[in-house]
C-alpha cells in the first residue's frame, strides 16, 4: 500500500499558476503510475493527467492540455502538477492516484490522496 499527500493547493487569480506536489510513502512509487483528477462542487471527479512510473508515457484532459504539466521525481517519491493560465473551471479539489497501469480512468488507481483545494478567483 502507498500513502499519498498532496500539497500546493490555494487560491490564486485568473491567470496565475501553481504546482501541486503529491508525496508518496512506501518503496513501490517508482513502479507505479500515477495521475491527477479533481472534483468541483456537484461534479463527478474527473480525469486531469497522468504518467507512467518511467515517465515515458503521460496523458492530459483536452480541458487542461497545453496549460497543465505532470511530471516526477522518483528519487523524491513525487509526482507534480504544474498548473498555468488558470480559469475559474479549473476550481476544485486535486487529488493524486497511484495504481499499477497508467490510465484516464479512476478505477485503475487503487491509491488516493486526501486532495488540496485549488480555487481560482476570476
Known amino acids: 500500500q502507498v500513502q499519498l499527500v498532496e500539497s500546493g493547493g490555494g487560491l490564486v487569480q485568473a491567470g496565475g499558476s501553481l504546482r501541486l506536489s503529491c508525496t508518496a510513502s512506501?518503496?513501490?512509487?517508482?513502479?507505479?503510475?500515477m495521475a491527477w483528477f479533481r472534483q468541483a462542487p456537484g461534479k463527478e471527479r474527473e480525469f486531469v493527467a497522468c504518467?507512467?512510473?518511467?515517465?515515458?508515457?503521460?496523458d492530459y484532459a483536452d480541458s487542461v492540455k497545453g496549460r497543465f504539466t505532470i511530471s516526477r521525481d522518483n528519487a523524491k517519491n513525487t509526482v507534480y502538477l504544474q498548473m498555468n493560465s488558470l480559469k475559474p473551471e479549473d476550481t476544485a479539489v486535486y487529488y493524486c492516484?497511484?495504481?499499477?497501469?497508467?490510465?484516464?480512468?479512476?478505477?485503475?488507481?487503487?491509491?488516493w490522496g486526501q486532495g488540496t483545494q485549488v480555487t481560482v478567483s476570476s
Open positions: 512506501g518503496r513501490t512509487f517508482s513502479s507505479y503510475a
Open positions: 504518467i507512467s512510473w518511467s515517465g515515458s508515457s503521460i
Open positions: 492516484a497511484g495504481g499499477p497501469y497508467v490510465s484516464r480512468r479512476r478505477l485503475r488507481y487503487d491509491n
